[in-house]
């Protein structure tokens, strides 16, 4: 299982970014996916999850309505759309797909 994250990087509050996970190693369409992030001197924190079929979407409160969840499978890829973001969103985002992590992604929101 490999997942390797992309798309970070520093944003003005009120911003936009798209992350993506790219994996490999096994059958991405067969599995669920989350994004999960540690912000500086915090633990984990789970962000969005979404199934193997891109049913129901799920999401923390802390992103909901600013932050959408998809994938496609043909491309064996996941994303996460974050618009409108927060000072407090700045963390390093990580995907999550059949128990294993990628490098992640560093996510700075900040004027």
């Known amino acids: 299982v490999r997942l390797v994250e992309s798309g970070g990087g520093l944003v003005q509050p009120g911003g936009s970014l798209r992350l993506s996970c790219t994996a490999s190693g096994f059958t991405f369409s067969s599995w669920f996916m989350s994004w999960v992030r540690q912000a500086p001197g915090k633990g984990l924190e789970w962000v969005s999850t979404?199934?193997?079929?891109?049913?129901?979407?799920t999401y923390a409160d802390s992103v909901k309505g600013r932050f959408t969840i998809s994938r496609d499978n043909t491309k064996n890829t996941g994303y996460l759309q974050m618009n409108s973001l927060k000072p407090e969103d700045t963390a390093v985002y990580y995907c999550?797909?059949?128990?294993?992590w990628g490098q992640g992604t560093q996510v700075t929101v900040s004027s």
């Open positions: 979404i199934p193997s079929d891109t049913g129901s979407t």
């Open positions: 999550y797909v059949l128990g294993s």
